[in-house]
T-cell receptor, first 111, second 114 residues
Framework: GDSVTQMEGPVTLSEEAFLTINCTYT??????LFWYVQYPGEGLQLLLK?????DKGSNKGFEATYRKETTSFHLEKGSVQVSDSAVYFC??????????FGQGTTLQVKP | DTEVTQTPKHLVMGMTNKKSLKCEQH?????MYWYKQKAKKPPELMFV???????INESVPSRFSPECPNSSLLNLHLHALQPEDSALYLC?????????????FGSGTRLTVV
């Protein structure tokens, strides 16, 4: 079945550092790919998405490119802030209509 | 209105109680979802409603009973829960079930079963 694998956390960075969170997927067909963020005590917020190969999703300085050849959708940000500290979930949605999540990666940014 | 509203935000219930969680959206979305999330884990899908009909039940125990009274409302009725059912319950909606639409999540109901 479809699945998503994320790099294990926690990831600890200093403010203004470069962020990469790796995400790879296994799916039949052509899924859409998503990154969600969850701040402590809150629900999930859609951060960005890409619906076909080579699409780049971007929002609030975060970017991710849908790479079909490597089945990847890595999340990047050039300069993280303390306020970016949260749990980040990579997810895919295929023909079943179900949103399938990776295990989540906790990001902690220190001043 | 671009929100999914869940009530209550917190709920403590005994194992013999009956309670309900409520979810509401006014974005015209035709698919609605219930998820369960345990601490430090990803959300787990419980139920999917599409055009007000139950389309997916992920083998959820019958002590959880979903209901979709209309296209804007989704309820989750709880009865005879166990302490291990304590979790964050998230409601979400999307335009429909097609793959191009992401979900909009509510902020959740934190349920404690005592």
């Amino acid at each position: 079945g479809d699945s998503v694998t994320q790099m294990e956390g926690p990831v600890t960075l200093s403010e203004e550092a470069f962020l990469t969170i790796n995400c790879t997927y296994t799916a039949t067909g052509y899924p859409s790919l998503f990154w969600y963020v969850q701040y402590p005590g809150e629900g999930l917020q859609l951060l960005l998405k890409a619906t076909k190969a080579d699409d780049k999703g971007s929002n609030k300085g975060f970017e991710a490119t849908y790479r079909k050849e490597t089945t990847s959708f890595h999340l990047e940000k050039g300069s993280v802030q303390v306020s970016d500290s949260a749990v980040y979930f990579c997810a895919l949605k295929g023909d079943t209509g179900k949103l399938i999540f990776g295990q989540g990666t906790t990001l902690q940014v220190k001043p | 209105d671009t929100e999914v509203t869940q009530t209550p935000k917190h709920l403590v219930m005994g194992m013999t109680n009956k309670k309900s969680l409520k979810c509401e959206q006014h974005m015209g979305h035709r698919a609605m979802y219930w998820y369960k999330q345990k601490a430090k884990k990803p959300p787990e899908l419980m139920f999917v409603y599409s055009y007000e009909k139950l389309s997916i039940n992920e083998s959820v125990p019958s002590r959880f009973s979903p209901e979709c009274p209309n296209s804007s409302l989704l309820n989750l009725h709880l009865h005879a829960l166990q302490p291990e059912d304590s979790a964050l319950y998230l409601c979400a909606s999307s335009q429909d079930q097609s793959r191009v639409y992401g979900y909009t999540f509510g902020s959740g109901t934190r349920l404690t079963v005592v």
